[in-house]
């Protein structure tokens, strides 16, 4: 019941506000539509707690521990950037950079982005799962070209074409997982959902599954942002609206994650190596270390904390792939609140750059002195993303630091060299720009902050208490994960 | 404080601990509550934040003999609850910082003026909550609380520093400071990381049953001595301490040098002697090295330095060098099986820790007074200040006689146990350092010489001499509440001069903890008016006859002059070898004082001259002296960093054809990786 | 065992299949490269419908047909008409001169037959030496994609990349479920319209489809 | 305990008393090393008395601490008196400080001095309080490693312990004693201002370093400060008697033994005081520049005894 809601409210309104999306309500609806599927994901997670994981329509849709606090998150992050985009995106249609059809298109492109995340998230069918993605990839295109400027086309291009080919790769990576899995399931349907390959892993054939899982990895990685395979994730970020920004940053990239650590469940049940943990964490660590160096050169504030999303799904990526109970459990909780941080980062800039009129970091200047709601919730927002405690992206990067101390004392010095260069980079760049003298301007619609602070709370609250339940989720999912 | 041990003593002190802090941050809420309230915010919270502090190191004293209590609290991760833990080493630290703070907290609600940066009630919650998040590092019991308040306490202390962050000067520094906390405390996560268990368990319970190779407990001291040592300033760590300690508001300066450069005492002193359960010697022989090292470098910088509170922090380099090397040398002792000697290192160190405390906090608050009434920190403004703050000058002047170690105040007793301590090396086994240590130790005795000579000029130039400006004539005294605080802490030197014996009977608790032995006789065996080292015969010092016997003399010789003689006299203009006109720019400045250091340790220093050419129209000699590691080390990495990352930005090329040949490559690579 | 009758026309539509990758490489006209690719999918019909025959497998039919429809018929025409729109007289530039790319794309099909051999070992299907071959088909799509500069080209070269895994899917697991076959159509259709937005888009902003236009986004 | 305490107030008045005597010897031995006839052994207490009958003038500037740190630098150097064991060892009052705060006691008076010449901010008076430190701080590590070496041979910091192993134990040849004296004489060449590193007698201001302190001084206030200068040479002679050559002092309980002592102290102040002002006539004042490389050099030697003693006298 809640399933339908949840999939069908998103849907219902993407197409609604594709006609109606331009009128002076449609920034409303398009946040209660949201609050709506937000309601209805509540309600799911709140059964899925209570009697465990469940399957829905033959099969087809599969919820369990770790997809659901993924859904819970989207949805939520989903609702709140809803708000936040409400008057943003006002200010942009003042400021004469929108007019009535993008916005449309925007509002019903939000609802179908947020359909596809869900719909990826919840199917327990690998092809489904490949659609969903695809899906998304198509509808962010359209989001990221929102304004038409030749330097959002040119981003919406390259992200189109790495990520359509990324995910073409995946989807090879798809057939082949389907032709290992119909030789011991045999053909038809039921050969690609994920519970029945999951029963059946052990017996799945370890060379296909090994060039399955490259080849998935090669394509959800793109969407990842896995460096070397990150190009399109800073000009993304940096050129579209701040709302897709941030459930880019937020949503999208968790999802394609997802696809790959559920892929990667399979491979290590076939494999019984450590193979598939071995490729994420070098994928990982490249990455932690190409975004930190990256972070050191931006000039773009927008493209900055791109790039500080690549440097954190990295440390993710490292994190599932060194496994283990407490390895999976920080990747998840880091999950949770990079995406919490990030996307509240993005609402803070997104009205910074409108408030200067600029997303050129040289130019934002004394925030803290104008408008202190932005100026400190940017700068709470930067030193939690930097793992500063007590905010919950410590609490994660504690967990994996420590675990990699532990078990791969290799790895440690470059995570010490990209953590410390990130934090010199970000940190220097975000206290000029929250203090010092203002270059600040009035805006005709009021930003909505509530959600920043309504974000930095939750992770201000995992860092120093973890509620049990949401524990007890965490370590299911991490024990699923293996 | 004695009532208040006793009370304590009845009642669990760990509570009164935790009960402070909540008080603290309660106080801070307040302070936020009511923000610009100047009146409120300085003589309601501030005060009441000072008493919370002495409650604080009551408790400390009373755990100090107790047995360790610990507890659990309903925050942290969720296999992960806190632990705080309350032993004799934290209930010492605590002592430190409750004593420490209260009179700075006093001075604080008479310093913080309306609009200087943050308003004043901001200031207080990050004070309060700086001070909360000190007492939580030195009782936490697990890394991930430790971590916790360890980062919280830089945070805070951050802001502070930054309070006035209109000034690039002051954020550079901020920027500067934070950054290698944050490095730092990388450092240590990963020191912890070694020690855990593996499964999930970050008490130090668990760390201290986990059993480690020589090797990875080496790599875990490394990793605390970088930590720690970044955030107590110690070489090479130590370039944000003379930028930090400038920029931050006095008594934030003062906590910051007095109290959280303890803290990171405290860490060393808990993962190596307490932690760990094997130590090296080869560690105590790096840590007396880079101690030394240390010392001798903070004091050369300090001696040529023109601006008060950079020189202070510059004392602060010397003292902590200081500090290392007495954690050094017990080390050595403590792997040697040298138990009663290493117990007389660590109380030696332990009380140089709490004497510094007092002292460096007293002066920097002297220094923010006269900052307050004359508007200015370079030592060339400024001059006989103390005709016009008498209070400020007096009591500036035992701090400057404690800090210049000399007796009988208290800077000279722990520096008096630390030689005797470096004398005693010769009975070690190992010959090289049987032989080297006494060389170490007279590194040690030059530094402690040149602080004499810094605080000469600190002092002099700052108060004595003619007003070099104008309006130091209009130069006002500290406020009553100033006062109380400046009185408590120039009390504080007095009494931990005075009454050595008490103070080491009380640190006995924490060697019984680290070293397993007791000094007891060693210390008190001449009674409790003579400090022994090791045995009466061998050497004792009675710091208390010591001061009767001046005053007696003093009283004496006065008396007797008076009544032999006949006490006229007159004014009359200085005479000054009959010169005719003198001004106060004749005096010999601070740049004069630091001249001769820079002309003898030239090496040590990275000069830069600028020479008066003879057709100067106004001829001017300058000659700026600069540190070498900023040259030799940070800015290399920072070229590095920069480098790397430029030759990286090839990567993000722009043209889509290598990003999808990025992606093929990949692909390739990773299938030829399977076959 | 000698595969069956069928199996061996599919593995002659295979290698046609591959031949028509190979000239599609090496081609210099964009109207022919819409060509080719329609021919391409046109041969993927065949041998779909043939597996299908072959095995039984009826649901293959449905995705005969879909094929048919979409890569034969709509997505060249959409093709064709956007050239028209776009009066694009050029012939397509290449990065590496053609031989190179040749060079390059034999490298390939060898390094793919030899990854796809063990795996082929194992299939069980009539038609199991054709992973191989689509598995070459992409890589020389994929290499396609990389060596033109345009933007046209580079896009057939991906829909080329969804022919081959297409091929793959049909030939080497008697398809996927229905369910899937769908949706990847429905998102290649939708690609596809959104590449031809972007055309309009890209050529209004630049007057141009080169794709050095676009690249100002980078680091500096 | 009579003994004791009779020794002890009689070696304090006997240094505080004597001092100048010591000044005057010194003095009247230069005179008759240069050929002039001097003016008799006495003439420092002649000195005094003049200056204490005369009314104190102070400068408009100086404030109490000026007028207080004649008496602290009076006050620490009759305590050194008190300390240093110089008739008998058995002093009650020894046990209040060892080697160690001895130095600490001369550091005080010196650091009162220092600011005392800086208060009344003259050209002069700052330039001397500085050399005098600088001088100060090289010395006074020299003057402590020359204390190791026998704080090492007497495993004790203690001057009485140090004197009795030196002078009771049975008689051994210390070489690193050699070295320790030698740098100890340099020492407390520079601490007592003589030639070479200071003139006492100087009139060019620009070279003067104990000299400038205390040029702002008049009456009572220099006559302390001059008696407590001597009080400090007597006190570095007696120290280093006690160090280098302890025999004649008594150890325990002997009446009878004192007036051996007494002579022995009067004929080893005769020689040392003699021998300086030999010293001071041979040799003329060095730059103020090269004062750091002389006490560098008294450094290096104390610590090569110490060495060693270290190394060969295990």
Redesign the interface.
Known sequence: MELIILLGVPLAAGLLLALYGHKERAAELNAVMSFLTFVAAAFLTARVIRDGPMMVWEENFFIDSFNVFLVALTAFVGFTTSLFSRPYMRNEHHAGKLNPARLRLYHSMFQLFMFTMLLALLTNNMGILWVAMEAATLTTVLLVSLYRTPASLEAAWKYFILCGVGIAQALFGTILLYFAAERVIGGGGTSLLWTHLNDVKGQLEPTVLSLAFVFLLVGYGTKVGLAPLHNWLPDAHAEGPTPVSAVLSGLLLNVALYAVVRAKVLVDGALQTHFAGNLMMGFGLFSVVVGAFFLSRQKDVKRLFGYSSIEHMGIVTFAFGMGGPIANFAALLHMTVHSLTKSAIFFTVGHAAQKTGTQLIANIRGLADTNPAIGWGLMLGSLAILGMPPFGVFASEFLILTTAMHEHPWATPFLLVSLGVAFAAVFSRVQEMVFGETTAKRLPHSPALIPVFIHLGLVLMLGLYIPPYLADWYRQAAALIG | MDSLSAIAANVQPLHFVLGVMVAWLILGGLGLVAQHSLDFVGHGLFPASAVASLVLAGAGLAALGAPSQAMILALGLPDLPFHVRLDALSAFFLVLLGGASAGISIYSAGYFRQGEGTPPGVHCVLYQVFLAAMAAVIIADDAYMFMVAWETMALSSYFLVTSNHKIPAIRSAGFLYLLLAHIGAIGILLCFGIMQGGHGDYTFATMRAAPLTEFWASAAFLLALFGFGAKAGVLPMHAWLPEAHPAAPTPVSALMSGVMLKTAIYGLLRVTFDLLQIQLPWWGVLALVLGLMTALFGVMFAAVQTDMKRLLAYSSIENIGIILAGFGLTLIFHTYNAGPLAALALAATLYHCINHAFFKSLLFLVTGTVLHSTNTRSLGKLGGLIRHMPWVAWLGLIGTIAIAGLPPLNGFVSEWLLLQAFLATPGLPSSYLSMLVPVGAAAFVLAAALAGYVMVKFYGVIFLGQPREEKLARAHDATWLERIGLVWLAAGCVVLGVVPVFVLGQLDHVNAMLTGHLLGQQVGGAGWLFVSAMAPERASYSPLLFLLGVLAALGATFALVRKLYHGRMRRGPAWDCGFPLQTARMQDTAEGFGQPIKQIFEPVFRIDRHMPSPFDELPRYEGKAEDKLWYALYLPVARAVEWISASISILQSGRIHIYLLYSFVTLLVLLIFVR | MTPTFAGQLINLLAALLLLIAFAMLSQRRVLSLIYLFAWQGFVLVLSTTLVAYSTG?HHLYYSAALTLILKVFALPWILHRLIIRLNIKWDVET?INIPTTMLLGIVLVI?AF??AL??SQ???TVTKNT?GIA?AC?LLA??M???R?K?VP?VIG?LA??NG?FF??TS???G?????EF??A??VL??TF??GI?FF??RE??DSLD?????????? | MIHSIFTQLLQTLLIVGLAPLLVGWVNQCRAWLQNKSGAGVLQPYRVLHKLFNKDAVLADGASPLFRLAPYVQFGCMALVGTIVPVLATDLPFAAAADVIALVGLFALARLFAALAAMDVGTAFGSMGARREMLVACLAEPALLMVFFTPSLIAQSTSLPTIVETLAHREFVLYPSLAFAAIAFYMVSLAENARIPVDNPTTHLELTMIHEAMILEYSARHLALIEWASAIKLMNYSVIGISLFLPWGIVEAEGWLLIPVALAALFAKLLAGGAALALLETLSAKMRIFRAPEFLGTAFLLAVLGMLIRLALEK
């Open positions: 497998q990065l390094f030899n990854l063990p795996i194992l299939a069980s992973l598995m992409v994929f290499l994609m990389i060596t500069r933007a580079q991906f990349i969804e895994l793959a899917a080497a697991t008697y996927m479920p229905m369910v899937v949706g990847v429905l998102d939708v690609g959104i590449f972007f888009q890209i902003t630049f794709i050095h236009h676009l690249e100002k986004l980078k680091e500096d």
